[in-house]
C-alpha cells in the first residue's frame, strides 16, 4: 500500500525537478546580449543575469531580462502544481528552476546567481507581497550598488520585508515561507560563495583599466628609480621639450 502511494509522489516530484530544471536553464540574459552582438559570459561579472545586462548591455534590456526571469522562476511553480497542488512539488520546482539558471545546459553549465528566478518562484506563493520584496531590493541594489554583494544583500532586505509583510498581513502558509527561506538561504550563499571568481558590473567609467597598474609592482619600482627628470623626459617627446625651452618669439 505504501509502495502504490509513494510511486506516483515520487514521479511528479521527478517531472517537477526535470521541468523547473528546462525552465530555469533558459538563457534569457545571454539571448538578449546576443541580439546586441555582446557575449555576457565575456562582460562586467561574466555572469547570465539581470544585474550584468543591465549596466553593460543596456538599461531597458535589463529590466526585459528581469521579467522573463521573473516569469521562468514562477512558471515552474505553477508546471509543477499542475502534476497535483501540492506545496512540495512547486518548492522542488523552484529549487530546480534556480539550479537551472546556475548551471544551464543551453551554455555549457555556466549562468547567473539566480536571485531573480527566487522573486519569480516567490511570487507564486506570496502574491502582490512579491512587489514590497522588490522594491526593498532594489533600493538596497542601488545603495550597495558598488559592492560586489549588492545582490545578496538586496535578497536579504527585500525578502526579509516581504516575508515580515506576509506573516503580518496574512497570518497563513507558515510550511512554504520555511521553505522559500530556505531556498533564499541557498541562493544567498551561493553567490557569496562565487562572488570571489567574478568581477563587479560596475566599473567608473572615466577609469581605463589599461591605466590601472596597482598589479605591477615591477612598474613601481621602476619608476621610484627616476628622478623628477627623467621621468618628464620620457613623458614629454624631446622635440616638443626642445620646442617648449625655445624663447618665444
Not at 93 to 120: E, Y
Amino acid at each position: 500500500m505504501f509502495l502504490v502511494d509513494f510511486a506516483p509522489l515520487v514521479t511528479r516530484i521527478l517531472a517537477a525537478a526535470l521541468v523547473g530544471y528546462l525552465l530555469g536553464s533558459i538563457p534569457f540574459a545571454y539571448l538578449v546580449a546576443r541580439l546586441k552582438g555582446i557575449d555576457i559570459f565575456e562582460t562586467g561579472s561574466r555572469r547570465a543575469g539581470t544585474a550584468n545586462v543591465f549596466w553593460h548591455v543596456g538599461r531597458r534590456r535589463g529590466m526585459m531580462v528581469f521579467a522573463c526571469d521573473v516569469l521562468k522562476g514562477a512558471a515552474a511553480v505553477y508546471v509543477a502544481w499542475m502534476f497535483g497542488h501540492h506545496e512540495l512539488l512547486g518548492l522542488i520546482a523552484g529549487g530546480a528552476a534556480i539550479a537551472g539558471h546556475w548551471k544551464s545546459i543551453f551554455t555549457g553549465f555556466k549562468g547567473g546567481d539566480g536571485m531573480v528566478v527566487l522573486v519569480g518562484v516567490s511570487l507564486a506563493y506570496l502574491n502582490w507581497f512579491v512587489f514590497i520584496g522588490i522594491i526593498a531590493g532594489i533600493v538596497s541594489v542601488l545603495l550597495f550598488r558598488r559592492s560586489v554583494f549588492r545582490s545578496s544583500i538586496g535578497i536579504f532586505g527585500g525578502f526579509g520585508l516581504m516575508l515580515a509583510a506576509n506573516q503580518l498581513l496574512s497570518h497563513r502558509g507558515w510550511e512554504y515561507m520555511l521553505g522559500l527561506t530556505a531556498l533564499a538561504l541557498v541562493v544567498v550563499t551561493h553567490n557569496i560563495l562565487t562572488n570571489a571568481d567574478h568581477r563587479p558590473e560596475t566599473v567608473p567609467p572615466e577609469i581605463d583599466p589599461d591605466l590601472l597598474i596597482a598589479e605591477f609592482p615591477e612598474v613601481h619600482s621602476e619608476a621610484a628609480e627616476l628622478s623628477e627628470e627623467a621621468i618628464l623626459r620620457q613623458v614629454i617627446p624631446q622635440d616638443d621639450e626642445g620646442e617648449s625651452n625655445q624663447p618665444s618669439r
